[in-house]
C-alpha cells in the first residue's frame, strides 16, 4: 500500500475518477466547493442542469448506456432533495447512479440550521446502500464502497458527507472498487431448467432489463435460436431483444405488442431472463388476460430478492444473465438432440405478428387536422434512424409508444420503468448522448411532463452542447390523467388541461436550440431528419390530437 497525502475533497475526486467517472451531473452548491474545483484537473467534466432531478436521471441514462456506475452531486439540504424522485427512478431500474449528497457540517447536525435535512432517511428505502462519511479520512474507502455496491447490487447509492469533512489532511491510497462476476448460479438449477424447457410444447423467453443490462443479448439469441421459442421484451424494455428477428414478438404490458401477449399466453414454460416479473409489467391488456397461469416458469435474476417474489416460479437462479444463458445452451444440448423442433411455432409467430401489425397499422391510419396521436407516433418511429437511443416519459402518448418503438440492439431504450414519473426522459437523455455521441438520442414527452423536467433543461443542453432531440407529443392536456375524468368523472376536467402551453419551438429557439413545430406525419419525418444531421439541441413540438376522440381509443389510456 503506498499511502499519498491528500485533502478529502482530493480523495473524493481521485475516487471518482478511479472509478472510471468522466461526467459528474449537479448543481454548483457552497457544500463541495473544494471537491468541485477539483475535477477539471481530474479530467472530470461536471454538467450544471436546471434541476437536480435532471442530473440524477443523468447520471441514470448514462449508466444505463455505458453499464458503468455514474455520479451526481449536489447542495446540502435542497439540493439533495430534488434528487430523491429521480433516484427512486433509478432504484426500479437498477440502475447503479452514485448520489453524493454534502450534508450539514457535522458539528451541527440535529440543531436545524440552514438547509438542513436528516437526508439518510429522504433516501433509505430506495438506495441499495447508504453511507455517511464519518470521519474525514474514511473518504476514499466509503466512496470506493459505494461504486462497489451500486455495481453490485445494481441499484443507486448514497454517500453523504458532512460539509466540513471535505477539508483536512489524510494520507490514503486511492485504488478502484472490485468488479464482481456473478456467474451462472446453481448447476442443479440449470439442469432442471434444461430438463423443463426440452419437454415443453410451448416455451417461451420473457427478455427482461438484465438482458440489457448484463449484455446478454448474443447468449439470449443463441438460446432462443436452439430453442425456437418465442421471446417477448419485459415491460417498457423494447430493447432487450432485437425486432427484427424471426423469433421477437414485441413487449408485453400497457400498450404494448398483443403478438407478444397472444404467444405468452400459449406458454405452458416460461424463461423469464433478467427479469424480476415486475406486478405492473404482467397485468391484463385490451382485455386480454394474457399471463399463463398455468406455466412452468424459470426466473433467473442477477438480485435474489427478486425471485419469485410476485409470481409462482418453478426453478429460480441468481445469476448474471449473460453465464446463466451459456450454461444453460450447453445443459440442454446434453438433454436434446440438436435444435429443438419448432413444431410450428416459427408460423404461429408470424401469424400473430401480422394479425397484430394490421390492426395496428389500421389504428394508425386515422387522419385528422392536428394529426392522431396513432398516425404521429408510426410516423416518429419510422423517422428515427436506425440505432437510436430514445428515453421514454410517463402517459398517454409515452404508453402508445410502447406499440412502435423497436429497436436492434441492447442499451437503447432508456424508460421511466415502473417509478413513473412524469419528466424522466429529457435529463436521462441528456445523460445517454454523453454517454453514446455516436448515436442519435431522442427524449419522447408529453407536454405535461415536458415543464415537470425537459422545458428549462433545454438551457442545460444548450450551455452544455448536449444535442439531444425532444420531440414533445403536444396535446395540450395531462392525457393519461384527463382519461380518468372521462372515464368515471362525466368529463369533469379539473386540473387536466393544458389549454395556454406556450409555442415551445420557438421558446427552445430563444434558448438556442434549433425548434420545430409539426402537425402532420410527413412534417414529422422532415424534422426529425434535419434534428438528426444538426449538431445542437433540438425540440420538436408536435400537435397532436387529444381529448374524447382519441382518448376512447382501445387501450389509449391508463387504467
Ligand atoms: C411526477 C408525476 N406527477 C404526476 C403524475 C401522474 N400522471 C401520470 S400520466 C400524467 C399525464 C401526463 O401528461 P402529458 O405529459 O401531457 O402526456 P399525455 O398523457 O398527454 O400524453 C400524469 C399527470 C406522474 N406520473 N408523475
Ligand atoms: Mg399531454
Same mark, same amino acid.
Given at each position: 500500500m503506498t499511502n499519498y497525502k491528500m485533502t478529502p475533497s482530493e480523495a473524493l475526486v481521485e475516487t471518482l475518477a478511479a472509478e472510471g467517472v468522466e461526467t459528474v451531473f449537479g448543481i454548483v452548491g457552497s457544500a463541495y466547493m473544494d471537491a468541485l474545483d477539483l475535477f477539471p484537473a481530474a479530467g472530470i467534466r461536471f454538467v450544471s442542469v436546471a434541476h437536480e432531478q435532471a442530473a440524477a436521471h443523468a447520471a441514470d441514462g448514462l449508466a444505463r448506456v455505458t453499464g458503468r456506475p455514474q455520479a451526481c452531486i449536489a447542495q446540502n439540504g435542497p439540493g439533495a432533495a430534488n434528487f430523491v424522485s429521480a433516484v427512486t427512478a433509478a432504484y426500479w431500474a437498477h440502475s447503479p447512479v452514485v448520489a453524493i449528497t454534502p450534508e450539514t457540517g457535522s458539528k451541527g447536525?440535529?440543531?436545524?440550521?440552514?438547509?438542513?435535512?436528516?437526508q439518510m432517511a429522504w433516501f433509505q428505502n430506495q438506495t441499495i446502500y447508504q453511507v455517511r462519511v464519518?470521519?474525514?479520512?474514511?473518504m476514499a474507502e466509503l466512496a470506493r464502497r459505494a461504486f462497489y455496491m451500486a455495481k453490485l447490487e445494481n441499484g443507486p447509492a448514497q454517500l453523504n458527507i #458532512?460539509?466540513?469533512?471535505?477539508y483536512g489532511v489524510l494520507e490514503d491510497e486511492v485504488y478502484p472498487s472490485l468488479d464482481i462476476k456473478k456467474g451462472a448460479g446453481s448447476k442443479e438449477a440449470i439442469g432442471r431448467a434444461a430438463e423443463l424447457l426440452a419437454g415443453a410444447q410451448f416455451p417461451v423467453i420473457i427478455a427482461g432489463g438484465g438482458v440489457s443490462q448484463g449484455d446478454a443479448l448474443a447468449e439470449t439469441r443463441a438460446l432462443a435460436e436452439y430453442l425456437q421459442a418465442p421471446v417477448v421484451n419485459s415491460y417498457?424494455?423494447?430493447?432487450?431483444?432485437?425486432?427484427?428477428?424471426?423469433l421477437a414478438c414485441g413487449p408485453i404490458g400497457y400498450c404494448g405488442s398483443k403478438a407478444a401477449m397472444r404467444l405468452l399466453s400459449k406458454a405452458d414454460v416460461v424463461l423469464a431472463l433478467?427479469?424480476?416479473?415486475?406486478p405492473f409489467g404482467t397485468l391484463p391488456q385490451y382485455d386480454m388476460d394474457?399471463? #399463463?397461469?398455468q406455466a412452468r416458469i424459470i426466473q433467473v435474476d442477477a438480485? #435474489?430478492?427478486?425471485?419469485?417474489l410476485s409470481k409462482k416460479v418453478d426453478v429460480a437462479s441468481a445469476a448474471d444473465v449473460k453465464e446463466y444463458a451459456v450454461e444453460l445452451l450447453s445443459a440442454l444440448r446434453t438433454v436434446t438432440?440438436?435444435?429443438?423442433?419448432?413444431a410450428g411455432r416459427v408460423a404461429e409467430i408470424q401469424k400473430e405478428k401480422s394479425r397484430w401489425q394490421s390492426e395496428l397499422d389500421d389504428w394508425s391510419a386515422a387522419s385528422g387536422d392536428p394529426m392522431h396521436p396513432r398516425a404521429f407516433l408510426k410516423a416518429l418511429a419510422g423517422a428515427m434512424p436506425e440505432g437510436s437511443i430514445v428515453a421514454t416519459d410517463i402517459g398517454n402518448n409515452s404508453s402508445m409508444a410502447n406499440a412502435y418503438l423497436t429497436f436492434?440492439?441492447?442499451?437503447?431504450h432508456i424508460a421511466a420503468l415502473s417509478?413513473?414519473?412524469?419528466?424522466?426522459a429529457y435529463g436521462a437523455a441528456m445523460g445517454a448522448r454523453i454517454g453514446r455521441p455516436d448515436k442519435p438520442v431522442f427524449a419522447f414527452q408529453g407536454d405535461g411532463a415536458w415543464g415537470i423536467s425537459g422545458l428549462a433543461e433545454v438551457m442545460t443542453a444548450v450551455r452544455e452542447n448536449i444535442p439531444v432531440i425532444a420531440v414533445i407529443a403536444n396535446n395540450y392536456e395531462w392525457g393519461a390523467e384527463k382519461k380518468n375524468q372521462i372515464d368515471?368523472?362525466?368529463?369533469?376536467?379539473v386540473g387536466s388541461?393544458?389549454?395556454?402551453? #406556450?409555442?415551445f419551438a420557438r421558446i427552445a429557439r430563444d434558448m438556442g436550440a434549433a425548434g420545430y413545430t409539426v402537425d402532420s406525419p410527413a412534417a414529422v419525418r422532415e424534422a426529425v431528419a434535419e434534428a438528426v444531421e444538426k449538431a445542437q439541441p433540438c425540440v420538436i413540438d408536435a400537435r397532436i390530437q387529444g381529448g374524447e376522440a382519441v382518448l376512447a381509443e382501445p387501450s389509449a389510456g391508463m387504467r
Open positions: 447536525i440535529g440543531t436545524g440550521g440552514f438547509q438542513e435535512l436528516d464519518n470521519r474525514p479520512e474514511r #458532512p460539509r466540513d469533512y471535505f417498457l424494455h423494447n430493447d432487450s431483444f432485437p425486432a427484427a428477428h424471426e433478467g427479469c424480476r416479473l415486475g394474457y399471463w #399463463p397461469e438480485n #435474489p430478492r427478486v425471485l419469485g438432440d440438436g435444435p429443438l423442433e419448432a436492434t440492439d441492447v442499451r437503447q417509478w413513473g414519473n412524469c419528466g424522466f368515471y368523472y362525466d368529463n369533469r376536467f388541461n393544458l389549454r395556454e402551453n #406556450p409555442d
